[in-house]
């Protein structure tokens, strides 16, 4: 049977980021799934619909508007623009009313018409800094080499 991996990884978006419908969840994703977020670490389906709900608690108009879906029969790769309105409490802020925009990329791999994976990137450093938190993160300047190579003696 052929599945149309484009059309599953715009009705996660559309229902599970942008309506909140987590029961699409457990319809679309497989059982064994696990996802990769870069602030919320890895997680599970039950992890998923979590961090769902915490972003949607604080963006309560969050809307993910899909800018390129690209596929074959594994993998789904989706950039996305998101807007929100930061109304909740987010990672220990509280809200601020500011409209934030991230750019991200997901990356998603289906087996059987189910997302058995997902690895997304997106710019959460300019969301905490779009929440006036950016200056409060600590952040290691680059290293940069002090010893010279020895010299060699002939």
């Known amino acids: 049977m052929a599945f ?19 029961t699409a969840v457990d319809e679309l994703l ?28 604080a ?25 929100g309105t930061h109304l909740g409490t987010f990672m220990g802020i509280e809200p601020t009313q500011k409209k934030t925009v991230v750019t991200g990329i997901a990356l998603s791999e289906l087996r059987n018409g189910k997302i058995v994976s997902d690895l ?16 409060k993160l600590m952040v290691e300047p680059p290293r940069t080499a002090t010893a010279r190579p020895e010299k060699r003696s002939s």
Do not use: C, M
């Not at 602030?39 to 769902?52: E, I, N, P």
């Not at 990137?121 to 200056?135: H, I, M, S, V």
């Open 30 to 57: 497989d059982p064994g799934y696990e996802g990769h977020d870069p602030v919320v670490g890895t997680y599970k389906r039950d992890g998923l619909k979590q961090t769902v709900e915490s972003y949607r608690s």
């Open 59 to 83: 963006f309560p108009d969050l809307k993910l508007e899909i800018v390129n879906l690209v596929a074959d029969d594994r993998f789904v790769a989706t950039r996305w623009i998101a807007r």
């Open 120 to 135: 997304n990137e997106y710019d959460a450093f300019g969301l905490l800094r779009q929440l006036g938190a950016g200056d």
């Open 4 to 22: 149309d991996n484009k059309q599953i990884a715009r009705r996660f978006i559309e229902e599970v980021w942008n309506k909140g419908d987590l």
